[in-house]
T-cell receptor
């Protein structure tokens, strides 16, 4: 398994601001993903974070709203831009090394 | 793309009894089926997975069965205990592809 450290673990933000979430993995992994989990809901894939190239976004998610960086094989960031209350969710970093493992998530509340 | 349906959305069982959660998938090319357990305030934790070359896999009180023809798979928990109370997610994917999740089952173990 992989050890995934995600921070911050939670934050309360004002409408219109941006938050950057960091994800650090204890080993090099090819595949890193960012998921969103709205309250009481399932996990929705936001994008695949590609090392050295632009992230691949799923339908309904765009780079301007959720810019992603992946500078190396152990680290990625997700920014939630120009936040609104509808962005209040848990954001989860995950890595796939045959199996898919998740970080502990970032609980984001937007006022 | 892949679509995963999960039932029931809520399940209550008496402590010591068995619990069964069922999922169906749409893409016949999917060959990897993991199950996750998510406790409150935590990221999803992989509890068992199965690949399409086997029909059943067991790990202590947890078992998963797969019917490729019918495109459905199930999670079985025997001798349930209070610590089994959580939300369970099934998922499906092809090798090295994104993993798609079901909507989740909230399992309550009754004393």
């Amino acid at each position: 398994s992989a050890v995934i450290s995600q921070k911050p673990s939670r934050d309360i933000c004002q409408r219109g601001t941006s938050l950057t979430i960091q994800c650090q993995v204890d080993s090099q992994v090819t595949m890193m993903f960012w998921y969103r989990q709205q309250p009481g809901q399932s996990l929705t894939l936001i994008a695949t974070a590609n090392q050295g190239s632009e992230a691949t976004y799923e339908s309904g998610f765009v780079i301007d709203k959720f810019p992603i960086s992946r500078p190396n094989l152990t680290f990625s960031t997700l920014t939630v831009s120009n936040m609104s209350p509808e962005d209040s969710s848990i954001y989860l970093c995950s890595v796939r090394n045959e199996k898919l493992f998740f970080g502990s998530g970032t609980q984001l509340s937007v006022l | 793309g892949e679509n995963v349906e999960q039932h029931p959305s809520t399940l209550s069982v008496q402590e010591g009894d068995s619990a069964v959660i069922k999922c169906t998938y749409s893409d016949s090319a999917s060959n990897y089926f993991p199950w996750y357990k998510q406790e409150l305030g935590k990221g999803p934790q992989l509890i068992i997975d199965i690949r399409s070359n086997v029909g059943e896999k067991k790990d202590q009180r947890i078992a998963v069965t797969l019917n490729k023809t019918a495109k459905h798979f199930s999670l079985h928990i025997t001798e349930t205990q209070p610590e089994d109370s959580a939300v369970y997610f099934c998922a499906a994917s092809k090798d090295d592809d994104k993993i798609i999740f079901g909507k989740g089952t909230r399992l309550h173990i009754l004393p």
